[in-house]
């Protein structure tokens, strides 16, 4: 997107520096890595940056209004709500696709979004990769407000661990040691001493929780939550049981609190209305089916990392489903093919990270993530068996 660094980028590249990159992550972090990282990162220019931050302005003036609350409360599935202080949302991310508008400008469109933390930590990893194995320009950051490695770990380390101990906050999943994304976990670790612990090993006793750690028990007073309540629905009954052990009369503190989950997810794009942002429909509301649904795409409510997404729609698909009303039509986007490679172009999204410290007035951008794609959706699991696609970082211009 900046085409004098892309092509200083991609003539100096070369299949070594690539393998130095993964080489040294897997020094660091032996069989952590189970996504695919990209031959390079994303290099966005100021007015494309600028036009993402407006827009997250106007989603967070959406999120910050008083109406909001009782708006999305029928976001949160009955068996997944969870008791206890909401608080403000510590965390949350949006995701932007690099398209172009009717003039070939680049320009952001929303995406998704998500109250919920991202890979914070391991975001610091893959940039330091990019920068000491690859052509990375002294001038571009991949940090956002004046952040700086060292500022943003300490106010990581504010917003994760609160008032308390690394011993009283735990990293909280399911299955941490089977997630694609346990290389952040284990990032998150080593930068601020907590414990990942999986779910089904929380003991409760009374409206306390602990975990066991050298054989003895230790109060869990914060949790920074990773766990997506979804998956629970497909494992087995005693694993989902585990549930109960958290959700209700719990004297325990939550970053971010899992109801955010879903309260800033696909379900408030339909309340948003904005040049970046596609139209979005609840499918149950929808009177009369567009005639163009090769211009929209469909979306359950309740996923993740894009499955369930529909994108090669008829009517007849739509008409016979079941529960409308957990379903999202949306207006398609077309991704710009933005990103020259050696075997042809590939297309862009930005993911960038906002994060709410205690007694700020606002939420604030701090950093961010990218994703390259060759194929018809963007993500890690749509572009086996290629090159130039995967997961990496976004430089943005000082």
């Not at 931050?53 to 709500?81: G, H, K, M, W």
């Not at 975001?123 to 956002?144: C, G, K, W």
């Not at 690394?166 to 976990?185: A, W």
């Not at 601020?192 to 602990?210: F, S």
Request: glycine share 6%; net charge neutral; charged share 20%.
């Amino acid at each position: 997107m900046i085409p004098a660094i892309r092509q200083y980028y991609n003539a100096i590249y070369s299949p070594s520096q690539y393998k130095g990159l993964l080489e040294s992550i897997e020094k660091q972090y032996p069989g952590k890595l189970d996504f695919r990282i990209a031959e390079t990162p994303l290099f966005i220019p100021k007015v494309f940056e600028r036009q993402m931050i407006e827009t997250c302005n106007y989603i967070l003036s959406v999120i910050q209004d008083a109406s909001f609350s009782s708006r999305t409360d029928q976001s949160i599935p009955s068996s997944f709500r969870v008791d206890g202080e909401e608080g403000n949302p510590q965390f949350m991310v949006f995701d932007f696709g690099i398209c172009q508008n009717k003039a070939g400008h680049y320009e952001p469109q929303l995406i998704e979004m998500q109250g919920f933390p991202s890979l914070f930590a391991y975001q610091i990893l893959l940039d330091e990769a990019f920068r000491n194995h690859l052509p990375i320009p002294v001038s571009m950051t991949t940090y956002l407000n004046g952040f700086k490695k060292d500022t943003y770990i300490h106010q990581l380390q504010q917003l994760i661990l609160g008032s308390h101990t690394k011993e009283e906050v735990v990293l909280l999943e399911l299955f941490p040691d089977k997630q694609k994304t346990r290389i952040d976990f284990a990032c998150t670790e080593k930068l601020l001493g907590i414990k990942t612990i999986c779910l089904t090993e929380i003991i409760r006793q009374g409206n306390k929780l602990y975990y066991t750690q050298g054989g003895q028990l230790r109060p869990i007073k914060r949790i920074y939550n990773r766990l997506i309540f979804d998956e629970l629905q497909n494992q087995s009954e005693t694993v989902q049981a585990s549930f109960s052990t958290i959700q209700k009369g719990v004297a325990v503190e939550w970053c971010n609190h899992p109801n955010w989950f879903y309260r800033i997810s696909k379900f408030t794009l339909p309340f948003l209305h904005h040049p970046n942002i596609p139209a979005a429909y609840f499918l149950h509301e929808i009177k009369q089916l567009p005639s163009n649904l090769d211009q929209y795409v469909l979306k359950p409510l309740f996923s993740f990392a894009g499955q369930g997404v529909e994108i090669d729609l008829q009517e007849d698909m739509l008409k016979n489903i079941k529960d409308p009303e957990n379903w999202l039509l949306q207006k398609k986007v077309t991704y710009a093919d933005c990103i020259p490679t050696p075997d042809g172009p590939a297309k862009g999204e930005v993911r960038l990270f906002y994060w709410w410290p205690t007694g700020a007035p606002s939420p604030i951008p701090v950093n961010n993530l990218g994703r390259i794609s060759k194929g018809k959706m963007v993500g890690t699991r749509y572009n086996k068996n290629k090159n130039w696609v995967g997961a990496t970082c976004c430089y943005f211009e000082k």
